[in-house]
């Protein structure tokens, strides 16, 4: 019997190292702009490939993804020799860790109102203390005895999401929400 768990990976990277040639013998003389179209529409959506139901969080896993976009930062002349850190700046390409905690408080904020169906999301649970401190949508954090539920979408953004500040949790809008 197939197990999701025990075979999973952190996402398509056999695909995503096959789009990065593709990009890499097509392409000859990149610069940053068509670089970066080509990296948003072409790799970036095999890195986060699943990245709200199975989120890395072994050591190992998240290596994988950053090798596969420090890679594909060295294709451009300029920053062949580069560190990788001032290669993302250069590139205005955000490390994949930020993009998968972004991505993960923009569905706790499309779930918390109720954008998405309840019986799909019943495992989020509002904390309903007399606590002063935080804003008024805090998630009460569930206990978790093996690793696989304690990086479960519900368990792993608890933390983050109390810690945003009340203005941009009572955000009006997801577009104002993603951009404060």
């Known amino acids: 019997m197939y197990s999701f768990v025990e075979n999973a990976t952190p996402c398509d990277i056999p695909c995503a190292n096959a789009m990065l040639g593709i990009i890499k013998r097509n392409f000859k003389y990149l610069n940053s702009n068509s670089f970066g179209l080509l990296y948003k529409s072409m790799l970036r959506s095999h890195l986060d490939y699943c990245s709200s139901v199975y989120a890395p969080y072994k050591k190992g896993d998240i290596e994988k993804l950053e090798k596969v976009q420090k890679r594909a930062t060295k294709l451009i002349p300029g920053l062949k020799n580069r560190v990788y850190v001032y290669c993302l700046k250069v590139l205005k390409l955000p490390m994949l860790h930020y993009r998968q905690v972004r991505g993960d408080m923009i569905e706790m904020y499309k779930i918390l109102p109720g954008k998405y169906d309840t019986a799909v999301i019943s495992r989020v ?3 309903h203390s007399y606590i002063t401190r935080g804003h008024d949508l805090r998630l009460e954090k569930n206990r978790s005895k093996y ?3 304690k990086y479960f979408f519900t368990n792993r ?3 983050i999401w109390n810690s945003l500040p009340n203005d941009v949790v ?3 809008t997801v577009n104002i929400f993603k951009s404060s």
């Open 125 to 127: 649970t509002r904390e």
């Open 147 to 149: 690793d696989l539920r």
């Open 157 to 159: 953004v608890v933390n």
């Open 170 to 172: 009572l955000c009006n």
